[in-house]
């Protein structure tokens, strides 16, 4: 598998430091609103990464934070006066109902900040005794010119940073660059005790010793998104490699930014989206199903009408299934297995789908051959087939889709009444008997109740209109 690292902006071949084990972490969300359809394309991207590399054999341990304090944390529990746990503590739950409705899995871990203290403060005083940070005035400062790699990651130099407008100027720090490791505290504001007296963490510390307190000093792949890559990731490389003296990730994997109908997400535009908001509209599941066609790397554009067509896409999939399970269910079980061009024509769709997925995750090729993989389910179901091909081609089709976490919910069996149960029965005597007539009159009858009749080699398939 390759993926491409943006600390060496190149696709590269993927090889764990411990054979056959993955340590991944991934930048959680700061918990003080509901997500947006921005946060939700890094959630469901890096979950599919996992489910990939778990498929392929890796034993994957992977940690997602949550950010539980922070300045919009304290000013929502302020304007409602109440407890920053309180808010960091709600939406935390509402986080894992999108979550789960995106088809996220959870994490092993999803360490928080505020359980994490001991361990930050510990970090950050290792930092100043070795001469990389530095206190001010309650205040506590990354020295980005002691660490001659800054810059790294971002491709960016140290000089010209300083000079650009995404540096915060303060008369506490040494140099524009320096970066926050401790926060003193502020009227209003939840503190810990700390050798500098009571603050909190910075941004970018929790992740550092987050990351190395569940994975490890180095761990094999640390993921996010696009906008987190300076000065977010940069300042996490920076004070990781000061405090420990090794690499703090082998590879560093980002997704690119997602548009509202070609224009940038903003409030002020009114285009910004929470994820709960779009679940008023469509089953989740569409949004997840979306995500997957385009590259995980490449800007993807959202709007109303791309959402309907992933819709009707992940339907066409959900009716492939459905013919499968139906087919498998009302044929006669032999003990025929599939034939050889069956199942090597199975296994071409395997391999071409894993090709497409080790080559840097590309999810609209591999999406795009379950495609192709439906078509001929769909074809071959129309053909006398033994009950050993179905079951192939069910199995084959569920480890397919199940790697990207879509066609994943089970269709609950639903109940007709008595009389359309008895009107599809006498539609199927009819046939039997010829008096094609009748059985299109009961046709139209049972579609005036909603009720649409396929019929298939296997049987006749009914489904609500």
């Not at 340590?23 to 990939?52: E, K, Q």
């Not at 778990?54 to 940690?63: C, M, N, P, Q, W």
């Not at 910004?272 to 989740?284: M, N, Q, S």
């Not at 080559?359 to 078509?375: G, H, P, Q, W």
Request: aromatic fraction near 10%; proline fraction near 3%.
């Amino acid at each position: 598998m390759k993926l491409y690292n943006t600390l060496t902006r190149k696709k590269e071949e993927f090889v764990p430091i411990e054979e056959g084990k993955v340590r991944m972490y991934s930048c959680g969300p700061t918990v003080y609103n509901f997500f947006h359809i921005g946060n939700a394309r890094p959630f469901i991207m890096f979950d599919i990464l996992r489910r990939y590399l778990e498929y392929i054999g890796y034993d994957v341990k992977f940690v997602q934070n949550f950010t539980d304090v922070d300045d919009k944390i304290i000013n929502r529990a302020n304007d409602e006066g109440v407890e920053p746990s309180e808010i960091s503590e709600r939406y935390i739950a509402e986080y894992f109902k999108d979550a789960d409705a995106l088809g996220i899995k959870r994490a092993d871990v999803h360490p928080k900040v505020t359980e994490t203290m001991d361990d930050i403060i510990e970090f950050i005083k290792d930092l100043v005794d070795k001469g990389y940070a530095y206190e001010s005035d309650g205040d506590v400062y990354f020295d980005s010119h002691k660490f001659n790699e800054y810059g790294k990651l971002s491709g960016q130099d140290l000089e010209e940073l300083e000079l650009g407008s995404r540096i915060d100027i303060s008369d506490k720090k040494k140099h524009p660059a320096d970066f926050t490791l401790w926060k003193a505290k502020k009227e209003g504001e939840p503190g810990w005790n700390s050798p500098w007296g009571e603050g909190r963490p910075g941004w970018h510390i929790e992740c550092s010793v987050m990351a190395r307190k569940h994975l490890g000093e180095t761990i094999d792949i640390h993921s996010g998104g696009q906008d987190l890559v300076f000065p977010h990731h940069e300042n996490e490389i920076a004070q990781s490699e000061a405090r420990n003296g090794k690499p703090f990730s082998k590879y560093w994997v980002h997704n690119g930014y997602i548009n509202i109908n070609n224009e940038k997400m903003s409030k002020s535009k009114g285009n910004f989206f929470t994820v709960r908001d779009i679940a008023k509209e469509v089953d989740l599941e569409v949004v997840r199903f979306f995500m997957l066609s385009a590259h995980y790397r490449n800007p993807i554009n959202y709007s109303g009408d791309l959402l309907m067509q992933a819709k009707a896409g992940l339907e066409r999939l959900y009716n492939t299934r459905e013919k499968l399970q139906f087919a498998a269910e009302n044929t006669q079980k032999d003990k025929m297995a599939a034939s050889a061009e069956d199942r090597g024509q199975f296994e071409q769709y395997r391999e071409r789908f894993k090709q497409a997925m080790d080559d840097d995750l590309n999810t609209a090729d591999a999406v795009s051959v379950i495609f192709e993989l439906s078509r001929f389910l769909n074809t071959k179901l129309d053909e006398e087939v033994s009950h050993g091909f179905m079951e192939m081609g069910e199995s084959i089709f569920d480890e397919l889709t199940g790697v990207l976490g879509i066609v994943c919910q089970k269709a609950e069996e639903e109940l007709l009444d008595e009389e359309v149960e008895q009107l599809i029965q006498d539609r199927i005597d009819a046939r039997k008997g010829k008096d094609f007539k009748r059985a299109d009159e009961i046709r139209d009858m049972l579609k005036d109740k909603g009720i649409v009749l396929e019929d298939t080699r296997q049987g006749t398939k009914w489904k609500r209109a």
